[in-house]
């Protein structure tokens, strides 16, 4: 069973920067192409950035040249480096993984960006 564990959401002012962490389990990390997916109340949950299995990255138009996305398959971990942030980045960020056309997701890590 695939398992997803995210860290590092917290609350943060405008401008700061936060970094988060996603810990797997139960599957080969380095089959998997990861990305950050981010949701608020009311709203669908939307793609921020992913990092395919020979790291190349994508990133939301929102998000560009403001968030960074990598992994390290040796620790079965991929990060997400939020700079600059806003309080509309305010949301719950949830980690997932995609192999063979199958998805996981983590539980999801609250971050909070004040004014």
């Known amino acids: 069973q695939v398992q997803l564990v995210e860290s590092g959401g917290g609350l943060v002012q405008a401008g700061g920067s936060l970094k988060l962490s996603c810990s797997v389990s139960g599957t080969t990390f380095s089959f998997n192409a990861m990305g950050w997916y981010r949701q608020t109340p009311g709203k669908q949950r939307e793609l921020v950035a992913t990092i395919s299995t020979s790291s190349s990255t994508n990133y939301a138009d929102f998000v560009k040249g403001r968030f960074t996305i990598s992994r390290d398959n040796a620790k079965n971990l991929v990060y997400l480096q939020m700079n600059s942030l806003k309080p509309e980045d305010t949301a719950v960020y949830y980690c997932?993984?995609?192999?063979?056309?199958?998805?996981?997701w983590g539980q999801g890590t609250q971050v909070t960006v004040s004014s």
């Open positions: 997932n993984a995609r192999f063979l056309g199958i998805n996981s």
